[in-house]
């Protein structure tokens, strides 16, 4: 089932955490600043930044388990990215899908192999594949031949793969413009395990998972751009809880919409003082750079005890809010941890 109405309906009542869409916040504690910058890092969920400093780090938080789980996905050289003057050309459009199959939930009790052998289809539209994710050997992408359509071979069994697509909702061609209804253009994933089917206009924004009965799953994410230029992405990592202490751990990577890593971020999550739910965490670029301080709120969803939401934003050097963040954890049925998937975007003048 879908769960994507409750999320946005708790995510609209935080409104301390709430999606940023306007200017920076005017607002910056300018006398914390040196403070922040200069204390030892100690994470602390009591914390007003999460115990975390402005420093730059070295490459990959120096985790080379990081560095090797997350490393740059494949570009993929589609045919259909350009325009074809035998095939018409397709317009530009800002809508990207990201979907992940397999162990997500890093699941060691998965031990079978499974096909995901299978296509993604459009109709009516185009399909543009930027990137592979993870695929193997074994794994590969059936040679095109419609921009309609989008087929592979995969196989996983303790890991994942998946794909990165822009997602074309109108075609062209020298004789004729055909406009596109959001309602009624239908985009299918279809594999053995999983077939599902969504509509042009329930992809801006969506975060769905489907949990098989034996641990493996799909995850599907997309990111719409706005008109203006305006920084958006992907979120997508792991986490586990700490045995010492109530919460526990993140980490993972950020991207931009079409895939191309911007960097790491790693934190922890847990239940403060006051009794709030909350995540802090750290943004570095791919250098070690900082880039933010990560702070929100997450919960769980109400029918659904293996997964929830979080939502929150990150601020600058300056404690500056700079950007918002949303998305859904999942929890795995044999261990204690799970994955996460979602997006970021700056604070632009003009977007919604």
């Known amino acids: 089932m879908n769960r994507l109405p409750v999320f946005l309906l708790i995510f609209m009542m935080i409104a301390s955490l709430a999606w940023v869409t306007g200017c920076r916040s005017p607002q910056a504690p300018a ?7 200069n204390r030892q890092q100690s994470p602390d969920v009591n914390d007003e930044y999460g115990g975390y400093n402005t420093r730059d780090e070295s ?4 985790d080379e388990e990081m560095l090797g789980e997350f490393a740059e996905d494949q570009v993929y050289d589609d045919p259909f990215a350009t325009d074809a003057p035998e095939l018409g050309s397709v317009s530009d459009h800002g809508l ?16 079978h192999l499974t096909d995901w052998s299978g296509s993604l289809s459009i109709d009516p539209g185009a399909i ?11 794994d590969r992408i059936i040679p095109r031949t419609q921009r309609e359509v989008l087929a592979w ?4 069994g303790w890991g994942m793969d998946g794909i990165l697509v822009r997602i074309i909702p109108r075609l062209s061609d020298t004789s004729v413009d055909v406009a596109v209804d959001p309602e009624n253009t239908i985009i299918t994933f279809q594999t ?12 801006p924004g969506l975060h769905r998972v489907i949990t098989l009965d034996d ?20 979120l997508r990592g792991a986490w586990h809880n700490n045995p010492e202490r109530p919460g526990g751990e993140f980490f993972g990577r950020w991207a931009t919409a079409d895939g191309e890593i911007k960097g790491f971020l790693k934190g922890i999550y847990g239940v403060n003082d006051d009794g709030q739910k909350v995540f802090f965490g750290k943004m570095i670029d791919r250098t070690g750079r900082f880039q933010g301080i990560m702070r929100g709120r997450w919960g769980n969803h109400p029918a659904d005890e293996h997964g929830g939401w979080f939502a929150g934003h990150w601020v600058d050097r300056n404690l500056m809010i700079e950007g918002g963040l949303k998305g859904e954890w999942h929890r795995s049925p044999h261990c204690n941890g799970g994955f996460f998937r979602g997006m970021w975007a700056k604070n632009c003048e003009g977007t919604i």
């Open 192 to 203: 053995d395990p999983v077939k599902v089917d969504f509509t042009l206009a329930q992809l």
């Open 96 to 111: 990207f899908l990201m979907i992940t199959w397999g162990n997500l939930h890093r699941d060691a009790a998965i031990a």
């Open 215 to 234: 641990g493996n799953a799909v995850a599907f994410s997309a990111v719409k751009l706005p008109p203006v230029p305006c920084p958006h992405g992907f």
């Open 31 to 37: 006398s914390g600043i040196g403070e922040i910058s």
């Open 59 to 62: 490459t990959g938080f120096g």
């Open 153 to 156: 071979e995969s196989t996983t």
């Open 128 to 138: 543009v594949l930027k990137r592979t994710i993870r695929f193997e050997a074994n």
